[in-house]
């Protein structure tokens, strides 16, 4: 579980990285399954000594899997709405940062070939006038 806590923080840096996201619902579910991930890991980690009898790791087992299927299916869901209606936005807004970005390069590479040619025509004058 600490492994699993662990993973489900790095994905969620991943996401806070992107400028464009911005699914509150399913940030939510993903903060809330993190932390009750990392809450269930202490628990596991304090009761290691008393869970020796099978049937108690059992009802433990079967209580922690309860919880954890509550938490999946709130995160499955919440995933399901953002593929359908969060992906595209963010598709558009990079795409237009794409083109933005390639125009910007345009514009620089000319403006730059327009400096060479310029100082290329300086130094001629001045060969030419001495």
């Known amino acids: 579980m600490n492994e699993l806590s662990k993973q489900l923080g790095a994905l969620l840096s991943g996401l806070f ?5 911005f699914d509150q ?18 628990c596991i980690e304090s009761q290691k000594n ?3 009898q099978p049937s108690t790791t059992c ?8 919880e954890m299927t509550e938490y999946v299916s709130k995160v499955a869901a919440a995933l399901s709405d953002f593929v359908k ?6 598709r558009e807004t990079q795409e237009k940062s794409q083109t933005r970005l390639q125009n910007m390069s345009t ?3 000319t403006m730059s ?3 060479q040619a310029n100082s290329l ?10």
Do not use: N
């Not at 619902?25 to 202490?42: I, N, S």
């Not at 009802?59 to 922690?64: L, P």
């Not at 025509?121 to 001495?130: E, K, Q």
């Open 17 to 21: 990285d992107i400028p464009e996201f």
């Open 25 to 42: 619902r399913l940030t939510d579910a993903l903060l809330e399954f993190h932390a009750w991930l990392g809450y269930r890991a202490e």
């Open 50 to 52: 008393r869970l020796v």
């Open 59 to 66: 009802q433990y087992i079967s209580q922690v899997m309860k």
């Open 85 to 90: 209606g969060g992906v595209g936005p963010i």
């Open 107 to 109: 514009v620089y590479s």
């Open 113 to 115: 070939k327009e400096r």
């Open 121 to 130: 025509a300086f130094f001629a004058a001045i060969l030419t006038d001495t």
